[in-house]
């Protein structure tokens, strides 16, 4: 079983709807991260988050400790809005405290 | 402000050679971070270097090396490279080696034939 497992793999929605992807993880944490990595490569860096919920224009990221879980909504979704979403975690042991990351949800809006 | 840069962005070497591929850190960062990311898998940790010290290392064959300059630049080595090294390898920054945020490059895609 992988540390970080997310779900849904691939995510097909229309313009406007609204979105969850979910993240589950095994080991004890820092702190949590949302990704969004595009076709090109490159990953941006969306949340950082250790408790509660954070919020940044259409996106909204929440986490709940005791559950080890955590969610990335977007509300109002649009076409620009598809890429890959991964959800990393660093982990308390070690001390590199490294990112383990999901495999990433692929996410397409169609307009 | 310049973010992570890395070069090259692509890269075709055949399989035995060797390859070096270069990341430059936020300026300020110390803390950088090397990840290996298969076709449609999430990245996997190979490095990170703090100080010009290694200070974590992934499950990745000796093969694989690296080091960071004094400027904080560092460089990741592949020797004898396989068909299964054909990867997209990202950099990350970060300020220290705690729960400061991390900021990616684009990364170098490199294949392998």
């Known amino acids: 079983k992988n540390e970080v497992e997310q779900s849904p793999q691939n995510l097909t929605a229309q313009e406007g709807e609204f979105i969850t992807i979910n993240c589950s993880y095994s080991?004890?944490?820092?702190?949590l991260h949302w990704l969004q990595q595009h076709p090109g490569g490159g990953i941006v860096s969306l949340f950082m988050l250790s408790s509660g919920k954070k919020k940044h224009g259409r996106l909204i990221a929440t986490i709940n400790i005791q559950e080890k879980h955590s969610s990335l909504h977007i509300t109002a979704s649009h076409p620009r809005d598809s890429a890959v979403y991964i959800c990393a975690v660093r982990s308390l042991k070690g001390s590199a405290r490294q990112l383990t990351f999901g495999s990433g949800t692929q996410l397409t809006v169609l307009p | 402000d310049a973010g992570v840069t890395q070069s090259p962005t692509h890269l075709i070497k055949t399989r035995g050679q060797h390859v070096t591929l270069r990341c430059s850190p936020i300026?300020?960062?110390?803390?950088v971070s090397w990840y290996q990311q298969v076709l449609g898998q999430g990245p996997q940790f190979i490095f990170q270097y703090y100080e010009k010290e290694e200070r974590g290392r992934g499950n990745f064959p000796d093969r694989f090396s690296a080091r960071q300059f004094p400027n904080y630049s560092s460089e990741l080595n592949v020797n004898a490279l396989l068909l299964g090294d054909s990867a997209l390898y990202l950099c990350?920054?970060?300020?220290?080696?705690?729960?400061?945020?991390?900021?990616f490059g684009q990364g170098t895609r490199l294949t392998v034939v």
């Open positions: 990350a920054s970060q300020l220290d080696t705690g729960i400061a945020e991390a900021f």
């Open positions: 300026s300020g960062h110390k803390s």
């Open positions: 080991v004890g944490i820092s702190a």
